[in-house]
């Protein structure tokens, strides 16, 4: 099993950056890749970026593609969603997750969620 609480969200201004951390406590190497999503109000959950935590593939929706970039340092067991140019539509909670498969419905173990909020 394994445990992930994120951090970083806040309120920035459209153009603005703001990192997010996702730390993992527990078997985290277990997992095939760990990822960032987000909600927004009224909307499903939508898949962001993902890494493979193995060998640092990565992975993005074409929505924050050249603008957000996810990294891990492995030897603190945290994820990280640099977050560039960033929209108003980029407004939501933000959730890392991790997934056994590389199929993106199967991934879990959400953490509680950082709100990030931007102006216009």
């Known amino acids: 099993q394994v445990q992930l609480a994120e951090s970083g969200g806040g309120l920035v201004q459209a153009g603005g950056s703001l990192r997010l951390s996702c730390a993992a406590s527990g078997r985290v190497r277990d997992y095939y890749a760990v990822g960032w999503f987000r909600q927004a109000p009224g909307k499903e959950r939508e898949f962001v970026a993902a890494?493979?935590?193995?060998?640092?593939?990565?992975y993005y929706a074409d929505s924050v593609k050249s603008r957000f970039t996810i990294s891990r340092d492995n030897s603190k067991n945290t994820v990280y969603l640099q977050m560039n140019s960033l929209k108003p539509e980029d407004t939501a909670i933000y959730y890392c997750?991790?997934?056994?498969?590389?199929?993106?419905?199967?991934?879990?173990?959400w953490g509680q969620g950082t709100q990030v909020t931007v102006s216009s």
């Open positions: 890494i493979r935590w193995s060998v640092g593939n990565t």
């Open positions: 997750g991790a997934s056994l498969t590389e199929v993106v419905a199967d991934f879990g173990s």
